[in-house]
DNA sequence: ATGTTAATTGAAAATGATTATCATTACCAA
DNA sequence: TTGGTAATGATAATCATTTTCAATTAACAT
């Protein structure tokens, strides 16, 4: 089981940075790190309450903001809004959504760093983050499609 | 002046999709499109509002979503949020934001679809929109940075 | 120029997502 | 086991964005 071990890897994460390991906390670790799909926070809490229906909405959002500043999670971006959330891969790994059923993959980004060495020289900027998104279908949204 | 070439451009593209010019209408537009940084929406009634202090909120949203449809402006996505906008520039050019005045310049992305080819093929996933964003100090703010 | 008409406006209220408050609960080190 | 304290959930507060609606005004025909 992968996913349980990502789960008790982040659990390890939350203890050393000073925090309790809570059931509350169990659940929401446990539901973002088996996802195939960015959650919004209302997904998460929905998902959450099927567990353990007396699960708080705040205790939703607090914990999200923990596991971001631990860098375990990411915000995915859209062009309508930018509410989601998914688990970050480790490295720089970036996002390839499916527009039409919300399933998530990442990817390697070889080779960016030419283009922001070219950019800082044509610009004067000096380039330190990045941001990349694909958006597209996956292989079984584009099976439905065809048919 | 340029600039008031691009809002007459955009006032004409505006009244081509059915919609009048109106006096707030032309102050939005001249703001966005001579602003040279990402602008909230209360920010870009801010501005608005020194021109006309009768302008509302509601107008401003109005306008930025008329604007959004025919293609003219783009959203600004930062990590702790997206609700910036920023007028589009022709053909698929990407932005440079500065983290710390928040100046932004747009650039080319060549070659971008080479990765995307790599991916579709790596993935199955069928690529069909993309979303790229540089993060980094303008020649002015790494100026006083370092002094 | 003038009147007509429908789009546009701004004020206020409504909504929806996120954050703050606070008394109660429960984790965990001693 | 127990005590200190972080964490919780219900509620209320906040903030950005939308909706509603009566008054205004641009565009067009006359």
Same mark, same amino acid.
């Given at each position: 089981?992968?996913? $349980?071990?990502?789960?008790?890897?982040?659990?390890?994460?939350?203890? !050393?940075?000073?925090?309790? *390991?809570?059931?509350? +906390?169990? *659940? *929401?670790? #446990?539901? =973002?790190?088996?996802?195939?799909?960015?959650? #919004?926070?209302?997904? =998460?809490?929905?998902?959450? /309450? !099927? !567990?353990?229906?007396?699960?708080?909405?705040?205790?939703?959002? +607090?914990?999200? %903001?923990?596991?971001?500043?631990?860098?375990?999670?990411? +915000?995915?971006?859209?062009?309508?809004?930018?509410?989601? *959330?998914? /688990?970050?891969?480790?490295?720089? %790994?970036?996002?390839?959504?499916?527009? @039409?059923?919300?399933?998530?993959? @990442?990817?390697?980004?070889?080779?960016?760093?030419?283009?922001?060495? +070219?950019?800082?020289?044509?610009?004067?900027?000096?380039?330190?983050?990045?941001?990349? $998104?694909?958006?597209?279908?996956?292989? %079984?949204?584009?099976?439905?499609?065809?048919?």
């Amino acid at each position: 089981m992968q996913n $349980q071990t990502l789960a008790s890897q982040w659990l390890l994460s939350l203890q !050393k940075s000073g925090c309790r *390991i809570t059931s509350a +906390r169990n *659940i *929401i670790v #446990e539901e =973002l790190t088996c996802a195939q799909r960015a959650l #919004e926070p209302a997904d =998460l809490y929905a998902l959450c /309450r !099927k !567990k353990d229906p007396h699960l708080g909405l705040v205790t939703v959002y +607090r914990t999200l %903001e923990q596991l971001e500043s631990l860098g375990l999670i990411q +915000r995915v971006h859209r062009s309508d809004g930018c509410h989601m *959330i998914m /688990r970050k891969n480790d490295g720089h %790994e970036h996002l390839l959504i499916c527009t @039409s059923c919300g399933k998530t993959v @990442s990817f390697q980004g070889d080779h960016l760093e030419l283009l922001f060495d +070219r950019v800082a020289l044509e610009t004067g900027f000096s380039v330190e983050d990045h941001m990349l $998104q694909l958006f597209g279908l996956c292989p %079984e949204c584009r099976a439905n499609a065809q048919e």
